[in-house]
């Protein structure tokens, strides 16, 4: 499987989506593989998280957020399990996960009912290990195109996490001990 083959599918060259979502999923892939060499008695699928890590975001197009170049109808909070849906149409299954999994640091059937989010009444937590270092790696960057794409702190990640709930902040920083080392994310 070649991730820019199905970028390419629903991304046409030139476009704004287009080249945040390549500039995002390119960052989040090489801060994921730096992790996943970091655990290697985990024993990450490096090939898989390099693909997922491109992949992740490929539901954006179906949302509404002109400012990063989708005109879709959906909130953005959507963009996961629609990713999840659209993988899943081309056979890719254990990616399709990844897509649903990596919105902000998981969401539960708790979450979703908490926040009235309009999504399906399911978890979406990631549960394997690389699934976790993807929705990890994503955290550190957010979707710009006019400026070169910056890494924030750990602490500003945490920061952030924190307004989507206690559950969601207490997941991410058992992933920032885990994945951490040295100081180093």
């Known amino acids: 499987m070649e991730p820019i083959d199905i970028i390419n599918e629903f991304y046409a060259p030139g476009v704004k989506a287009r080249e ?108 394997s290990i690389e699934e976790q270092i993807i929705c990890y790696a994503d955290k550190f960057f957010s979707k710009k195109i006019d400026q070169d794409i910056e890494e924030l702190s750990t602490k500003a990640v945490v920061k952030k996490i924190e307004s989507y709930g206690s559950d969601q902040a207490l997941r991410f920083r058992v992933w920032a001990d885990l994945f951490e080392i040295n100081g180093q994310s």
């Open 20 to 127: 945040i979502l390549l500039k995002h999923s390119e960052a989040v892939a090489e801060k994921a593989l730096r992790v996943a060499e970091r655990i290697p008695d985990l024993k990450p699928d490096i090939r898989f998280i390099e693909e997922a890590a491109m992949l992740h975001d490929i539901g954006i197009f179906y949302t509404n957020v002109p400012s990063i170049g989708c005109n879709g109808h959906l909130p953005y909070v959507c963009h996961g399990y629609l990713g999840r849906r659209l993988m899943e149409d081309m056979g890719h299954h254990r990616h399709a996960l990844v897509c649903e999994r990596h919105v902000g640091a998981g969401l539960s059937v708790d979450d979703i009912t908490k926040f009235h989010l309009p999504l399906p009444m399911r978890n979406m937590i990631p549960i």
